[in-house]
């Protein structure tokens, strides 16, 4: 199995109203998540608008603008090593993540709900990924690591193989948005294992919001970073994902 020198990367975009990127983004696979506000985004002939709690997928240089209240952006992006410049923007954490030449892949963003107290017991997936939490507490231990307490703002990285349990404060519910790169033949299925076989059914149900799972083509990243100039919608009327 050829693996591909390959890193994911969760940067952080805070856009003033009307603003668009002063560099253009290069051309990566990337789901571009809005936690706050509206955001115009054009690529190719498509263009959309995404509003807070929205998601899309694309993987050439999009042309984006925020809305009149401005965009508080999550871009989570895969990209060959050595990774290209970020574009702007405030890199929260980059990963090495391995990636399966030879395997067709797809990637999910989604978001994960908890209740009050909720648990999930050991468990792994069958790609690597990372989250950012929105809101709430998290102690999230993986692998032999020590324990870690999350609090909004906080993101890690999951590459699948080790086991994690994560357990949520008991006092407000917790939620956290992810972004995974999976075999594409989990399309629409779940990528959770528990290393307890029983443990599905004993774990505290959680909700998952899927925004994005959808295939993507590797080996295109870096051979062209400029694209033509396009028409960027404005980010008023709505959401679409």
């Known amino acids: 199995m050829d693996r591909v020198a390959y890193s994911l990367r969760l940067i952080e975009d805070r856009l003033a109203p009307g603003a668009v990127y002063a560099d253009s983004l290069p051309a990566l696979n990337r789901v571009i998540y809005v936690a706050a506000g509206q955001l115009a985004m054009a690529l190719g002939s498509e263009s959309v608008r995404l509003s807070s709690d929205t998601a899309r997928r694309g993987s050439g240089t999009p042309?984006?603008?925020?809305?009149?209240?401005?965009?508080?952006?999550?871009?989570?992006?895969?990209?060959?090593?050595?990774?290209?410049?970020?574009?702007?923007?405030?890199?929260?954490?980059?990963?090495?993540?391995?990636?399966?030449?030879?395997?067709?892949?797809?990637?999910?963003?989604?978001?994960?709900?908890?209740?009050?107290?909720?648990?999930?017991?050991?468990?792994?997936?069958?790609?690597?990924?990372?989250?950012?939490?929105l809101w709430g507490r998290l102690e999230v231990t993986v692998g032999d690591a020590p324990a870690r307490v999350m609090r909004p703002g906080d993101a890690w990285f999951e590459s699948g193989h080790e086991p994690v349990r994560a357990v949520c404060a008991a006092d407000e519910a917790t939620s956290f948005v992810r972004?995974?790169?999976?075999?594409?033949?989990?399309?629409?299925?779940?990528?959770?294992?528990?290393?307890?076989?029983?443990?599905?059914?004993?774990?505290?149900?959680?909700?998952?919001?899927?925004?994005?799972?959808?295939?993507?083509?590797?080996?295109?990243e870096g051979v062209s970073r400029t694209t033509r100039a396009q028409r960027v919608p404005t980010a008023e009327g709505g959401g679409e994902h």
């Not at 925020?66 to 405030?90: D, K, M, N, T, Y």
């Not at 790169?181 to 919001?209: C, H, K, N, Q, W």
């Open 63 to 133: 042309a984006v603008r925020a809305g009149a209240e401005g965009a508080h952006v999550l871009r989570f992006e895969l990209c060959a090593q050595p990774p290209p410049s970020p574009g702007g923007g405030r890199v929260i954490l980059e990963h090495p993540i391995a990636v399966d030449a030879h395997t067709r892949s797809l990637m999910r963003c989604d978001r994960v709900d908890f209740e009050p107290g909720g648990v999930a017991l050991p468990h792994r997936h069958r790609g690597g990924g990372i989250r950012r939490l």
């Open 179 to 220: 972004v995974s790169v999976l075999p594409a033949e989990f399309r629409g299925r779940s990528s959770i294992m528990y290393v307890d076989p029983a443990d599905a059914e004993r774990s505290r149900p959680r909700t998952y919001t899927v925004y994005v799972d959808e295939p993507i083509t590797l080996g295109s």
